[in-house]
């Protein structure tokens, strides 16, 4: 079974602060997905990175997808309260039939303080 | 913008008894799955259907669970005898094709107690 391996766990950091969290795996994915979820509810889509070295961004979020495909970053550029939650990182195995079923990590629970 | 739905939003059940989540997929998604998330652990993949039929299923998804589609619309995970460590929330995300790098949206999940 593959891991994802998310860090830090948790992060609590003052707003205007940059930040970086990471999704590290020993193991090849065809892509990553990052997901935010609010207490209570489904994750919900930030980005998806299929090429290796690709880097998104999306307003002050910047998604990087390594060049073995093996991990990924979103770093969170001058953070606002708003971007408190949870941050969940999922992969996809490298798989030739449909139906991919996504692996979690466990995630990193961000804090922004007014 | 269209999304998944789940029903019902909150489940509490007897252990042994039986539960049906329901999921209603984005309506031209053809791939369903169905996740789970006990408290505080992570999210682990239980099924994914497709044309009708399982295409995978992880171990957790043993003979107490089983998955239909019973018409164009609905997509229902039945747990046949809750135990305790049933209780999570349990999430149905779609696709348009079950491809790699092809966005999974998610519903909103059921959250299950089981007494």
């Known amino acids: 079974t593959q891991l994802l391996e998310q860090s830090p766990q948790f992060l609590s950091i003052q707003e205007g602060e940059n930040l970086t969290v990471y999704c590290n795996s020993s193991s090849v994915f065809s892509s990553l997905q990052w997901y935010r979820q609010e207490p209570g509810e489904g994750p919900v889509l930030l980005v998806t990175?299929?090429?290796?070295?690709e880097v998104k961004k999306l307003k002050r979020l910047t998604f990087q997808f390594g060049d073995a495909r093996k991990d990924s970053s979103l770093h969170i550029t001058a953070a606002q309260p708003g971007d408190t939650g949870l941050y969940l990182c999922?992969?996809?195995?490298?798989?030739?039939?449909?139906?991919?079923?996504?692996?979690f990590g466990k995630g990193t629970r961000l804090s922004v303080i007014a | 913008e269209p999304e998944v739905t789940q029903t019902p939003s909150h489940q509490v059940t007897q252990m042994g008894q039986e539960v049906i989540l329901r999921c209603v997929p984005i309506?031209?998604?053809?791939?369903f799955y169905w996740y789970r998330q006990i408290l505080g652990q992570k999210v682990e993949f239980l099924v994914s259907?497709?044309?009708?039929?399982?295409?995978?299923k992880s171990e957790i998804f043993d003979d107490q669970f089983s998955v239909e589609r019973p018409d164009g619309s609905n997509f229902t995970l039945k747990i046949r005898s809750t135990k305790l460590e049933d209780s999570a929330m349990y999430f149905c995300?779609?696709?348009?094709?079950?491809?790699?790098?092809?966005?999974?949206?998610f519903g909103p999940g059921t959250r299950l107690l089981v007494l």
């Open positions: 309506s031209n998604h053809l791939y």
């Open positions: 999922a992969g996809i195995r490298p798989q030739n039939s449909g139906n991919t079923p996504l692996v």
């Open positions: 259907f497709y044309n009708n039929e399982i295409s995978e």
């Open positions: 995300a779609s696709s348009v094709q079950g491809t790699s790098g092809e966005t999974q949206y």
């Open positions: 990175v299929v090429t290796g070295g």
